[in-house]
Structures are given as C-alpha cells and as structure tokens.
C-alpha cells in the first residue's frame, strides 16, 4: 500500500534553490502585464475604427505600466521590459491615430453632414379656360 497524498497530482510548487541543479539555469518568465499590453495595443489598433479600440488602448496603458513596474521589481527573474514598451507605445498610437481618425470625419459612426434643403417659389396657377 502506497501512503502518497491522493490529491499530489494536482499541486505544482517550484523547486527551491537547493533542489535545483548546480548546472540548471531557471529562465524568467514574462511579465502578464507586459503580455497583455502588448495584445491590447495590437487589437486596439486594428478595432479604433469601430471605437472600441479607445477602450482597449486605455486598458492597454494601463496594463503597460503596470508591466514594467512589475519587470522593475522582479529583480531579474521577471523579464517583459520590451513587450511593456512596445504595448504602451502601440496605445499610445492607437489613442492618437483614433482621436485623428475621428477628427477627421472617416469613421463609420459620424453621421452624415445635413444637406441643405432648397427651396422653390410656390408655382403660379395655371389660367382656365384661356381658349
């Protein structure tokens, strides 16, 4: 009879450095903020047209920021420097490219211009019996 614990299977805990090999090297991971940065300011781009891609630029920033802080912290083992900035600076854009798309008139939600309506003198009564 075994006397494992029945649920071991569904834990995960990383090796402490005394487990680890002398001659293993534990990559960093990337930062979650620095990831979702960068797919926010790339969908944000490619969706400003229908206006929602302000929103996702916002949150976008946001998350930028909140990935480099998070790569400043990790002291090494966290890395996303790169991702974090090229997300912000894809929202960025996004926010600016959108503000002069929609200055411009381009977008599918401006309505149309009014066209001014013309109007005409009221005809004059055609004469009876002129025969």
């Known amino acids: 009879m075994s006397t494992r614990d029945p649920n071991a299977y569904f834990t995960f805990t990383l090796p402490t450095a005394s487990e680890v090999p002398a001659g293993a090297v534990l990559h960093p991971r990337h930062s ?3 990831v979702a940065s960068l797919i ?3 969908t944000g781009g490619l969706l400003v047209v229908y206006g929602i891609g302000f929103l996702l630029a916002v949150i976008g920033i946001i998350c ?3 990935g480099l802080l998070t ?9 996303g420097r790169g991702l974090a900035i090229a997300g912000l600076s894809l929202a960025v854009a996004t926010l600016i ?6 200055r411009s ?7 149309p211009a009014p066209v001014p309506v013309r109007s005409y003198p009221a005809p ?3 004469p009876k019996n002129a025969f």
């Open 64 to 66: 930028g920021i909140t």
């Open 40 to 42: 926010l300011g790339i």
């Open 71 to 79: 790569v400043k912290k990790g002291g090494g083992r966290i890395r």
């Open 124 to 126: 004059k009564p055609a």
């Open 105 to 111: 008139g381009n977008s599918s939600e401006t309505p």
């Open 97 to 102: 490219g959108g503000a002069f798309w929609f």
């Open 32 to 34: 979650r903020g620095a």
